[in-house]
């Protein structure tokens, strides 16, 4: 990855708007172009838009929508930021978090009403760290059910989007204005596109091991369950233009993807009142804190997995999720009679796992810290899943304002340049600890709507 001198080099076209990556940040922002009546490109390095996006579950986190409205359900910006802050122990970005909490709403309506995706609000549990029910999600609950709406939703608003087009340079002038890129196609030729204006949608590192490695050093040899082509692109242009990052040791993990099978499994089961135990049938954590540390947690236990177990309640909450479904019928999670039977299944010390069990009845305190008290304790029969802990997405990247405005160290601003999505350093504060369920697709749809508006104001200024 490169930036090269833009003075005397020619462009084969000129396009007002380019944006990297065809994900969820990179199709919102292009919608928010067309809406402005900006002519915009998508360019893609794959065969078809997807990225990190459609392995997610296609969740957006947002307050004040029309469809909690709907359901009488009282929830604020205001609430909203409180969460993001409690979850990222106030170290999120202040003006950021005011103004992703402030507009995701807006957003999540605008992308339902004006462009047809068909959102709607995920019932029956809270997530991790949410104060109020404002998950919004598709049918299936899929990131490739999202994607597929977008996809759509793009292709009627008259943006184009060019696949195959792996940007492999940026051409700039001193200043740091970014006059177009050069992408190279599968049979190996080049091409040069001129824009005014360049949106960063490529998301982060986490498919870059040396980058996971040095910044990510606990999950080096974890499951890396996100887009192999996000590979700390934006990092690297944005730092050769003088750019700012911050929060490079943040990310999204999760606890719970079925191992060896590859699907995640729902954190709903977690928070109905389901827990998690080691080879030694013994629990090893607070599994109400959050799934994306509990990865580190499964991953530091014997053989890097863990076993989830949870009742029938729990097991009809996260039937409403595709991915969920298809983990029972591949029999990756099981049903079992009872607690004697779960542990023969998977080799675990029977007397352990019924005290495991026990503990969801009469722990008082939890010797983990966890308030068993809101949901029924455990019946039988008992289903069962074993799941290793893995990395989804990285959470730090470029500096950018409100605006989504790509920074210097020193607070100035690139001439032309705006980040989103995992481009961007989002608002999960340094570490694994501070990712607030959701707040991936927070930064994917909400900056992406921001990214693209502004750099259509900026180039019909």
Known sequence: MS????????????????????????HVAALACRDAGIECAMLERDPQPQGSTALSSGLVPAANTAMQRAKNI???????????????????????????????????????????????????????????????GTKRRTGAELMDGLVAAAAAAGAETLTNAHVVELYADGDGRVRGVGLERPDGTRERLGCDALVLACNGFGGNADMVAQFLPEMREALYFGHTGNRGDAVAWGQA???????LGAYQGHGSVADPHGILISWAVMMEGGIQV????????????????????????????????????????????????????LGAVREFADAQALAAAFGLPPDNLARAIA????????????????????????WGVRVTGALFHTQGGLVVDEDTRVCRADGTKLPNLFAAGGAACGVSGPAVWGYLSGNGLLSAVGLGRLAGAEAARSVSA
């Not at 930036?3 to 990179?26: C, M, N, Q």
């Not at 629990?283 to 863990?306: C, D, K, M, T």
């Open 3 to 26: 930036i090269r001198p833009a003075a005397d080099v020619v462009f084969e076209a000129h396009i007002p708007v380019l944006i990297v990556g065809a994900g969820a940040a990179g």
């Open 74 to 136: 009282d929830d604020t910006p205001a609430l909203f930021a409180a969460d993001i802050q409690r979850k990222a122990k106030g170290q999120a970005d202040l003006l950021l978090v005011a103004r992703l909490s402030e507009t995701i709403g807006a957003t999540v309506d605008w992308l339902a009403e004006r462009h047809a995706i068909p959102f709607e609000l995920v019932e029956g549990f809270l997530y991790p760290g949410h104060s109020a029910l404002r998950m919004h």
């Open 241 to 247: 233009l003088g750019a700012a990052t911050r929060h």
């Open 278 to 329: 080691n080879r030694d049938g013994n629990r090893f954590s607070n599994e109400h804190l959050g799934y994306s540390e509990q990865s580190v947690a499964v991953l530091q236990q014997p053989g890097r997995i863990a076993f989830s177990v949870y009742d029938g309640r729990c097991h009809a909450a996260a039937l409403q999720f595709e991915e969920y479904r298809q983990a029972v019928a």
């Open 359 to 382: 503990e969801t009845i009469s722990a008082s305190p939890d010797p983990w810290g966890r308030d068993f008290s809101g949901k029924p304790p455990l019946a039988p029969p008992y």
